[in-house]
């Protein structure tokens, strides 16, 4: 359901439905420069799921009354030792030709508001660089540096695409696609 965006009467966010996942891939390109469609369809759709919006989901933000998303964050609830529920939120996007700066505020209030509503005890959010403008504005908004994500590739062979890594573990293995 959309709403306005906290102190912001010209910003709507809202999520997004699986038909609507399309609109907001080039946004995503952005932060994933070798995403393809296809890839983003199959997983957008699965947490776009309406049902889901609890659970996790993808916030986009649009200047009104333009039609087009301006900036977005993927988000999950998980749980969390420390503090119950948390928010943990990826991939934030915020473009903006002439001035990205009111787009990452409202990303950011929303990350807030979001929480709250889905009674979350914290926000978790995994930014590209520390140096990066949205992380800036986290921290000027409260969020502090906890710790470190260290990645590494794991090469699960041809047979599982990404999409894979949602399907339940059988514990019999890896899921093999035939």
């Not at 505020?105 to 959010?125: W, Y």
């Not at 062979?157 to 399907?167: A, I, K, Y």
Request: proline share 9%; with cysteine.
């Amino acid at each position: 359901m959309p709403h306005q965006a906290a102190r912001s009467t010209s910003f709507i966010c809202e999520n997004l439905s699986p038909d609507e996942v399309g609109t907001v891939f080039p946004l995503l390109r952005e932060a994933i420069p070798g995403l393809s469609l296809q890839a983003w369809l199959r997983h957008a759709k699965r947490l776009a799921h309406p049902g889901r919006a609890r659970q996790c989901g993808i916030m986009a933000v649009r200047r009104h009354p333009r039609p087009m998303p301006c900036g977005l964050f993927i988000y999950h609830r998980t749980p969390d030792l420390q503090h119950g529920s948390v928010l943990v939120a990826e991939h934030l996007v915020a473009i903006d030709l002439l001035d990205p700066e009111p787009v990452m505020q409202v990303l950011v209030q929303e990350l807030d508001a979001l929480a709250q509503r889905l009674g979350c005890g914290g926000i978790r959010t995994v930014v590209i660089s520390a140096d990066a403008p949205i992380a800036n504005r986290l921290r000027a908004a409260g969020h502090a540096h906890a710790g470190a994500t260290l990645w590494k590739t794991v090469d699960s062979g041809p047979e599982r695409s990404p999409s894979d890594s949602d399907e339940p573990d059988s514990g019999k293995g890896p899921v093999r696609r035939t």
